[in-house]
Nanobody
């Protein structure tokens, strides 16, 4: 059974930084693409970033490129997202998922997604 548990969200001022984490279990983490997505209040899900199993090929949405950094520690079955130069429009629930496009097509399905961690950017 896939289990993904996000943590590390919180309230941060514009321009600040935060790191969110995703602890994974129930599948072979080191063999899986992993994805971060977010959903702001009243809006649809937005893909943020994906990383390959080896951790050397990250992919980013244009809206976060240069400000966010995805990484992973396969030995710890943990995925990270470092959020920097935060803007108020980055306020959202941040979710991790196993996989990429299939996961995005099944947003909210517990077989792919965690429960999320809230990031609020406000002064």
């Amino acid at each position: 059974e896939v289990q993904l548990v996000e943590s590390g969200g919180g309230l941060v001022q514009p321009g600040g930084s935060l790191r969110v984490s995703c602890a994974a279990s129930g599948f072979t983490f080191g063999s899986a693409y992993m994805t971060w997505a977010r959903q702001a209040p009243g809006k649809g899900v937005e893909w943020v970033s994906t990383i390959n199993p080896g951790g050397d090929r990250p992919y980013y949405a244009d809206s976060v490129k240069g400000r966010f950094t995805i990484s992973r520690e396969n030995a710890k079955n943990t995925l990270y997202l470092q959020l920097s130069s935060l803007k108020t429009e980055d306020t959202a629930m941040y979710y991790c998922a196993v996989g990429w496009k299939t996961a995005l097509d099944n947003f909210g399905n517990k077989n792919y997604w965690g429960q999320g961690t809230q990031v609020t950017v406000s002064s």
